[in-house]
C-alpha cells in the first residue's frame, strides 16, 4: 500500500541561548517586578503558562525567566503547585 506523506513540516525553534552576564545581573530587579506583577492578582496566584506569558509580553528570553522564577522559587517567594484534578501548574506568592 502506498503511503501518503504530508506537505506541512514542523518547525521548531531553537534553544534560547543562556542569559548573558548582564542579564544575569538585573535577575533580582525582574525578579522583583515579576513579583509585584502577581502579586497585582486578586488571589496573589496565576497558571504558570499565563505568568510566564506575561513575562514574555516584557520582551524576556525563556532563559532569563527560567533565572526569574529559579531565583524567586530558591529565595521563597513563590511555590509551584499543581491544582487538583488537573495537569495545570500554579505560582503563588508565600506568605
Known amino acids: 500500500m502506498a503511503s501518503i506523506t504530508s506537505g506541512y ?22 525578579a522583583q517586578d515579576a513579583y509585584e506583577l502577581l502579586g497585582q492578582q486578586d488571589s496573589k496566584m496565576m ?13 524576556l528570553r525563556t532563559a532569563v525567566i527560567d533565572e526569574i522564577l529559579g531565583y524567586m522559587t530558591s529565595n521563597c517567594w513563590v511555590q ?11 505560582i503563588s506568592i508565600v506568605e
Do not use: H, V
Not at 513540516?9 to 525582574?30: G, N
Not at 510566564?52 to 520582551?59: Q, V
Open 47 to 59: 497558571e504558570l503558562g499565563d505568568f510566564i506569558a506575561e513575562l514574555r509580553d516584557l520582551d
Open 9 to 30: 513540516t514542523t518547525y521548531e525553534s531553537p534553544p534560547s541561548p543562556p542569559a548573558t552576564e548582564e542579564e544575569r545581573e538585573s535577575i533580582p530587579s525582574l
Open 80 to 90: 509551584l503547585w499543581n491544582w487538583k484534578g488537573t495537569e495545570e501548574t500554579w
